[in-house]
């Protein structure tokens, strides 16, 4: 498609439906902010000047100079060699242990590594890498979703703050503390618009809404990679997974992708794109298929969208073993076919389980084991070959890996991470995540007097569950370190509130005997015990939603329910009669039920990290005034998926009283809670929006409107 046609495709039509309308008031705040965190870095990947730190001065290395250098070192180069660079490996595969990458390195058979974690293992195989025949140093990445030790809350969560500013300020600090351990390159952020929560891999982004989702993407860059990504305390940031992977038929991971073009553009590529403008290093190709296409091999999105059009010169990298699941799709046939499909494609760098063929193993890098045999057969060209090196040579001279090769230490992990200002972040966007979904007779907040407190729940005082999914391979999990005091210095609801009101004033029951991904509270002879807890206290914090393995890569649900016995639990303690609020911890909307309807207060969570019992109690007793607004639709049943507030119009517009209009028999259009969504302990008004400047079809203009807090509490 021409980018002419593109560019109208991505202009028309307007998009102006019945649920544009939903929580307006709620959010033009919120987008003013979001316009003002808008301006986006230029690109990192095309900067003029970088800092060598060689001999412990700094010099600028010009783009010149680092073309040079990469030029020179591909003309050095063996085939062999240039296909090494193209492959990525880890520790955990087939060949099992950091002595092969060692082995591997020293070869110049990979020229990335993922998931290898602790600086002095790191700096073990990169010293490896320095010995290989042209001493090129290698780039270390691994998933740094939502913090490497400082935990943050979920990006879902992140988002519910619509501040683009305390979001680049979390990445900040995540690319700092994984730096200092030896992490040059984050795998994030995953910028994927999802209007299905089904799909487990909404909690790893922004939600629904384009426009949100492009600021948050940019901002996350921004956090990341600053203005130089050689500096110290930044890394590489990825863009995931290009493109349109959070939209596959029924919700299910992995599944593939039907789409129109119009809804392409509009609705899932603005966020890609704010990303590439905001300077991402890297994108990463996503499993699906798009319209038929495997993303892996699909040069139409890669070339002609990615490079083309919006300009993109950083590298490019599949998903894990991506390039041999080809022959899976029935697209290649064989894995030779599958790499030259690939880099063709546009595919720099193979993310592999193994390098090599082993026996009896089935998983391998097809560019290592057929590149060469595909230049001699002349399948792929050595210029299509040297354009892979050359991004990938590039990326690591960006990354300072050539001027610095070690750039993390044991002294640097030391005083870098979990630091008191680390955690002051962490709790701040806790605060601001929060959204608060019922406060029925102004239920919240509590009084720090109140009296006793009965904290009940399976994720009450469950600290691992609280940091959500996708927490950093080499996290300490270890029950010492996650107890009250331990080294990972997590705060859980129970502690949070004890904090508050003491822990004299606290009565604790879990509720639920066991509370996993195989049994989320289907027992429920542990309710007595919190229905007892209920009784002998004033008033109850109950906290439900789902284990933290219900969310994440290859964690679909065809269900949105509570799951187990949850419900039950809260109906039970409100069947006591006594005063009760829920918070609920969760990483996709739910559809909550009697919950919604009955629960005086409801408090949406998230998986808040760290500081999140602090930051829970915060909002409780009233010391942070709830500002989160969701970025997510909660649908009444999961009947009503795809459910977003931004839809298209058609000639019939909803009426309730008109049987012929588009709407269901038995249950309302409209969601639980809808986008933009979120109470507050105050009230505002909002003046009638003016428009700054001449609007334009193709032109940026200004909307202003004036917010006044009319109630009694700051907010």
């Known amino acids: 498609m021409s980018e002419r046609i593109a560019a109208a495709v991505r202009k028309e039509p307007r998009r102006y439906g019945v649920g544009f309308a939903v929580g307006l008031a709620a959010v033009i705040a919120a987008v003013l902010v979001l316009v003002s965190g808008l301006a986006t870095a230029s690109g990192a990947a095309r900067k003029a000047a970088r800092t060598n730190r060689a001999g412990g001065h700094a010099a600028v290395l010009s783009q010149a100079q680092i073309n040079a250098n990469v030029n020179r070192l591909i003309n050095q180069m063996t085939v062999a060699e240039k296909f090494g660079q193209l492959e990525q490996a880890g520790p955990n595969g087939p060949n099992g242990t950091p002595g092969d990458l060692i082995t591997l390195a020293k070869n110049g058979q990979i020229g990335s590594v993922l998931d290898l974690v602790g600086v002095d ?7 490896a890498a320095l010995q290989s025949r042209l001493h090129i140093p290698l780039i270390f990445g691994l998933d740094v979703i939502h913090g490497y030790r400082t935990m943050f809350p979920v990006p879902l969560g992140e988002a519910s703050s619509w501040d683009p500013r305390q979001v680049a300020r979390d990445e900040s600090v995540s690319a700092d503390e994984a730096a200092a351990d030896g992490i040059k390159w984050t795998f994030n952020p995953m910028v994927d618009i999802s209007r299905d929560p089904r799909w487990g891999r909404v909690v790893e982004g922004a939600g629904e ?14 956090g990341y990679q600053g203005n130089d990504f050689s500096a110290p305390n930044k890394v590489a940031a990825t863009i995931k997974h290009f493109g349109a992977y959070g939209a596959p038929v029924a919700g299910r991971e992995y599944n593939t992708v039907d789409m129109s073009t119009q809804q392409l553009f509009n609705d899932y590529l603005p966020p890609y794109k704010a990303a590439v403008d905001a300077g991402a290093a890297t994108v990463m190709a996503s499993f699906n298929s798009l319209n038929g296409v495997p993303n892996t091999a699909n040069p139409y999105l890669l070339r002609t969208i990615l490079r083309d059009e919006w300009g993109f010169n950083g590298a490019t990298i599949s998903d894990y073993q991506a390039v041999q699941e080809l022959e899976v799709f029935g697209y290649a046939n064989g894995p030779a076919e599958a790499a030259r499909l690939a880099l063709t494609a546009g ?18 890098s097809t560019y290592e084991a057929y590149g060469p045999q595909l230049l001699a057969q002349g399948k792929i060209t050595m210029a299509q070959l040297n354009e892979a090196v050359r991004h990938v040579l590039t990326l690591k001279y960006l990354a300072g890996m050539f001027s610095d090769p070690y750039q993390g230490s044991d002294a640097r992990v030391a005083s870098e991470e979990l630091t008191p200002a680390n955690i002051a972040v962490a709790r701040k966007t806790a605060d601001e995540s929060m959204v608060l979904l019922n406060n029925n ?34 996290y300490s999990t270890k029950p010492a370190d996650l107890a009250p005091g331990g080294a990972d210095k997590v705060i859980t609801v129970r502690q949070g509130i004890q904090n508050v009101v003491g822990q004299g004033n ?15 509270c289907n027992e429920t002879s542990g309710f007595g015990d919190a229905v007892t807890a209920a009784q002998n206290s004033d008033v109850t914090v109950v906290v439900v939603g789902e284990p933290a393995g219900y969310s994440g890569e290859a964690s679909s649900r065809s269900m949105l329910d509570l799951p187990g016995q949850q419900a039950a639990l809260v109906q039970q303690i409100a069947a006591t009669g006594k005063p009760y609020v829920v918070v609920l911890m969760n990483g996709r909307p739910l559809t909550l039920g009697w919950v919604a309807d009955n629960a005086p207060a409801l408090l949406e969570a998230w998986y808040p990290g760290t500081t999140g019992g602090d930051a829970v109690a915060d909002v409780l007793f009233g010391k942070f005034n709830p500002s989160g607004k969701l970025p997510m639709s909660f649908p009444r049943n999961v009947r009503q998926i795809p459910i977003s507030y931004n839809e298209l119009p058609t000639g019939r517009p909803f009426d309730p009283n008109n049987k012929y209009t588009p709407k269901y028999l038995d249950v309302p259009n409209t969601p639980q809670y ?12 909002i003046s009638a929006p ?12 200004l909307v202003r409107a004036t917010v006044t807090n009319t109630g009694s509490k700051a907010g």
Do not use: W
Not at 347 to 364: H, S, Y
Not at 441 to 450: G, I, K, M, Y
Not at 512 to 519: G, H, N, P, Q
């Open 209 to 222: 809404d384009p426009f949100l989702g492009s600021a948050i993407a940019a901002a996350k860059v921004r």
């Open 506 to 520: 606290v009565n604790y029951a879990p509720g639920c005997t066991t509370f996993t991904v195989a049994d989320p």
């Open 121 to 127: 293992q790191i700096n073990q195989v990169q010293q």
């Open 441 to 474: 007779n102004h239920a919240l907040p509590l009084s720090p007097s109140v009296g006793k407190v009965a904290v009940v729940g399976p994720l009450a005082d469950d600290a691992l569950d609280q940091l959500g999914p996708d927490v950093p391979i080499g």
């Open 347 to 364: 595919i720099n760098i193979e993310m592999a389980v193994a390098i090599g063929q082993q026996p009896n193993q089935p998983l391998f």
């Open 674 to 685: 809808p986008f933009g969504y979120g109470l507050s302990y105050t009230t505002f008004s």
């Open 690 to 701: 003016t428009i700054v400047g001449s609007p334009s079809r193709s032109g940026a203009f």
